[in-house]
């Protein structure tokens, strides 16, 4: 059977609740998964005081039990008191603990078989040490042991080849001081007119920093957004960096003052005195202007200010710890041909490696071409990508972000029209339409949109494949927790 090259990205945004696309190599099959065990412990290197926290920095252990370790737990334990923080890499930060009592903290490591052993114990003894009470009685954060936000543990195949895709600006490269005020920041309903809404009610962790409902309730509690809160991993690699469904701000820093200025979302519109009006407000707080200080050398608070800090938070969201990165990391080969892209994953079912194969390859392999407008290894969406047909003459150019953590809640798309992903997949196999803004990769010789009519066992492949893109350590991690005690 043939088919038109156009049919070669038909589901380039078969996860739609994205965007379209990029090549792959070929095969399918999945080979037998050894059996797994507990992973062995971790090794603590440090326990570090601060004001009622204690940061626990350890290595991974080496005996994994033959799968990829999802989680860490630091334990603290003293007086009674008993105290955990979990998270997905080292350090973790245990907090309200007691200040003078020693504890003996340990750290276990858990994979899909369950919990590994406690490393051995160090002691600590929390102080108040230098965080200020205007801070330390609101937040749990640690002047003396900040959370690593500026050093990321990239895998081998985030390259030069994803190197380019970083829309970080030259000036503000990520520091660990800002980024943890761009988490107090993201978390403080404060920035909302009467202090119900926070950019985490919209972007919730849990949820991969997306929101469930179709649309987001507002500061008033009786009006809604306009279109579904987009997820925030990978978002910093994005090209050319633009942001929200209709790219309408030009970089991650441009869109934070949007929901805060909405009349619907914070509410800080003109009316109610802008940017400005919030500024007073947060000068007025008992720890801004400490958090300042420590974060940019003076407690000045500006608009530039908050956009850098945020936008440093948001940046740092990198997920790469989901089990298609656990799988593709055992077989990534710079010099293989697309990488080894297209080569089977152990680690995944029969199922998952079909639905896979036809994410990656192209139509002269066999596949259905999603890789070429959402790109691995990030999965996030390819610059030249247009708009994927949701509606009968579309003009608007749509961005999405990236597939990964796309299973772990709908609804999709910029209106949250499709509620599953097997939603989304139907779509694209059947149901692009056409207009003016339809991405040619979508489009069949004679510009009409393409119709993929893939078999059910193929459609239920590439939402099962999608899953697979899940990675939950993002949405336990930590560091991009509430701060708020």
């Not at 334990?77 to 009592?101: C, H, I, K, M, Y």
């Not at 042991?145 to 990520?174: E, H």
């Not at 041909?337 to 152990?346: K, M, Y």
Request: with cysteine.
């Amino acid at each position: 059977m043939r088919f038109s090259a156009a049919w070669v990205i038909a589901l380039a945004a078969c996860a739609a609740a994205c965007g379209g696309g990029g090549g792959g190599g070929g095969g399918t099959g999945a080979t037998t998964v050894a059996q797994v065990t507990v992973p062995g412990a971790p090794t603590i290197q440090s326990v570090t005081a601060g004001n009622a926290t204690a940061t626990v920095t350890f290595l991974a252990p080496a005996a994994t039990g033959g799968a990829a370790i999802t989680s860490f737990t630091a334990t603290c334990v003293g007086s009674g008191v008993t105290r955990t923080a979990s998270g997905a890499a080292s350090p973790l930060q245990v907090v309200n603990l007691t200040n003078g009592v020693s504890f003996a903290c340990t750290v276990t490591a858990t994979n899909s078989a369950g919990t590994g052993p406690s490393s051995q114990a160090l002691n600590v003894t929390p102080t108040a040490g230098s965080t200020p009470t205007s801070v330390s009685d609101i937040l749990t954060v640690n002047f003396d042991a900040l959370l690593n936000y500026s050093s990321a543990s990239l895998p081998a195949y985030y390259d030069a080849t994803v190197t380019p895709l970083d829309n970080t600006p030259p000036g503000n490269q990520i520091s660990d001081r800002q980024a943890m005020l761009g988490r107090v920041l993201f978390y403080d309903r404060r920035l909302s007119v009467n202090d119900t809404i926070a950019c985490s009610s919209c972007h919730q962790q849990a949820r991969g920093f997306t929101d469930p409902a179709r649309f987001s309730v507002g500061f008033s509690g009786a009006a809604f957004t306009t279109a579904h809160a987009m997820r925030l991993g990978n978002v910093r690699y994005y090209r050319p960096g633009s942001m929200f469904w209709d790219r309408r701000a030009a970089s991650v820093e441009a869109q934070v003052s949007q929901p805060i200025q909405n009349p619907v979302e914070m509410g800080w519109d003109t009316n109610a005195g802008g940017i400005a009006a919030l500024i007073t407000k947060l000068n007025a707080t008992t720890y801004y202007r400490d958090l300042f200080n420590f974060a940019f050398g003076s407690p000045v608070i500006t608009e530039v200010r908050i956009q850098q800090a945020v936008a440093q938070f948001e940046r740092a969201m990198l997920t790469t710890a989901s089990r298609w990165d656990t799988g593709y990391a055992g077989v990534f080969d710079p010099n293989a041909p697309n990488r080894n892209l297209g080569t089977p994953l152990p680690n995944l079912t029969a199922q998952e490696n079909r639905g896979r194969q036809l994410f990656m390859d192209g139509r002269q392999q066999g596949g259905a071409g999603c890789a070429a407008c959402h790109v691995p290894p990030t999965f996030s969406l390819a610059a030249n990508s247009d708009s994927n047909g949701l509606d009968a003459g579309e003009t608007r150019i749509f961005k999405s972000p990236s597939l990964k953590n796309v299973g772990v809640t709908g609804p999709y798309m910029h209106d949250g029209r499709f509620a599953t992903l097997e939603e989304v997949v139907d779509f694209y196999d059947h149901g692009i339409q056409a207009g003016p803004a339809l991405d040619n990769r979508l489009r069949q010789p004679n510009g009409a949109p393409i119709q993929l009519n893939l078999s059910a066992a193929d459609r239920a492949a590439i939402a099962a494949f999608l899953r697979t893109l899940d990675d939950t350590s993002l949405n336990t991690d930590a560091r991009f927790s509430s701060p708020f005690r």
